[in-house]
């Protein structure tokens, strides 16, 4: 009875300015399908994509497009910018961290040309998954305009 009351929440805050897009409006099936996790995407407005809570880079593809993140208690968080963007082979994107460097909330970790992206044809719909889905009970995500590392996009409840 007690457990419930002592549940550990998590907020996850956008990792860009922008339009929140609910994780099944994503064009990408394996994304609006929940293949990889669930989360919620955002369109950005803002070209910085700055760290949604504290917590440890663990993977950037080499293409700079996705980035993961460790977060307290283990939650393991990708962010991934556009759809096909991997296709740009890193073209747009820079990068400030690297994996295994420890990150503040609103720390910027990329710089993303949107413009570029957008001449190549690209959605910018930008994923934010939960993907160890096995220590989450709930996830709440929001709708509506956000600033990047201000507005809260997901509250998590842990098992």
Do not use: R, W
């Amino acid at each position: 009875m007690f457990k419930n009351l002592l549940a550990k929440k998590i907020e996850i805050k956008a990792p860009f300015s922008g339009t929140i897009l609910e994780i099944s409006e994503v064009s990408d099936p394996v994304f609006s399908g929940k293949v990889v996790g669930d989360g919620c995407a955002i369109i950005p407005t803002s070209n910085k994509l700055v760290a949604p809570a504290d917590g440890k880079i663990i993977q950037i593809s080499s293409s700079k497009h996705a980035i993961g993140m460790e977060l307290e208690h283990g939650i393991e968080l990708l962010m991934h910018v556009g759809i096909d963007t991997v296709e740009l082979q890193g073209k747009g994107f820079t990068s400030f961290v690297k994996v295994g460097d420890h990150v503040k909330k609103g720390q910027e970790l990329l710089e993303v040309d949107l413009e570029y992206l957008k001449s190549k044809g690209k959605i910018l719909e930008t994923p934010i998954i939960v993907t160890n889905m096995d220590k989450i009970k709930k996830i709440v995500s929001y709708t509506g305009e956000v600033k990047a590392g201000k507005t809260t996009i997901m509250k998590i409840t842990l098992l």
